[in-house]
T-cell receptor, first 112, second 112 residues
């Protein structure tokens, strides 16, 4: 089992729709969760982090965390073509080094 | 001003050569990282320094050696380059090992 798993996609949604990106993780002790967006040929850009169970909203983006199910998701409302990118889920290890473990990323395509 | 800057942006070299990549951050962060992103876009931690002290040293060949002359700089030296070293190397920094990480633009290393 991979430490952080994402569906590689591509996930294709029409413009204006809600895009739902999912991530599961294996380390039950993990406490910090991050979503990065990476455009082709560019560096990962932090778009959201969440530490507590429940929802965290920032503009059109909502992160959801369920530690009991070891599941974290990212919802993008009113999707725009500019949202087309690879979304990387990252989970901070519970080890004392606190290393960040990335999933393989989900490619999102928003079609006009 | 670029927060986390890496040089060079592109590095093309022959197998067997030795090369260095430099990273500097002007965010006043205490923690810096090196990541490798392979051709399948999988992003993996290599090293991390906190206040110039090595805190993460993943299983990488000992041909890779990080050096942190001060908190704002973390360089990566690679000896005897091999074809499999071709990848994009990202530097990142964070306020401390817990806080979110911010990435540089990456160095694309190509081995001929």
């Amino acid at each position: 089992q991979k430490e952080v798993e994402q569906n590689s996609g591509p996930l294709s949604v029409p413009e204006g729709a809600i895009a739902s990106l999912n991530c599961t993780y294996s380390d039950r002790g993990s406490q910090s969760f991050f979503w990065y967006r990476q455009y082709s040929g560019k560096s990962p850009e932090l778009i959201m982090f969440i530490y507590s169970n429940g929802d965290k909203e920032d503009g059109r983006v909502t992160a959801q965390l369920n530690k009991a199910s070891q599941y974290v998701s990212l919802l993008i409302r009113d999707s725009q073509p500019s949202d087309s990118a690879t979304y990387l889920c990252a989970v901070k290890s519970s080890s004392n080094t606190g290393k960040l473990i990335f999933g393989q990323g989900t490619t999102l395509q928003v079609k006009p | 001003d670029t927060a986390v800057s890496q040089t060079p942006k592109y590095l093309v070299t022959q197998m067997g050569n030795d090369k260095s990549i430099k990273c500097e951050q002007n965010l006043g962060h205490d923690t810096m990282y090196w990541y490798k992103q392979d051709s399948k876009k999988f992003l993996k931690i290599m090293f991390s320094y906190n206040n110039k002290e090595l805190i993460i040293n993943e299983t990488v060949p000992n041909r890779f050696s990080p050096k942190s002359p001060d908190k704002a700089h973390l360089n990566l030296h690679i000896n005897s380059l091999e074809l499999g070293d071709s990848a994009v190397y990202f530097c990142a920094s964070s306020q401390d090992p817990i806080q979110p990480q911010h990435f540089g633009d990456g160095t694309r290393l190509s081995i001929l």
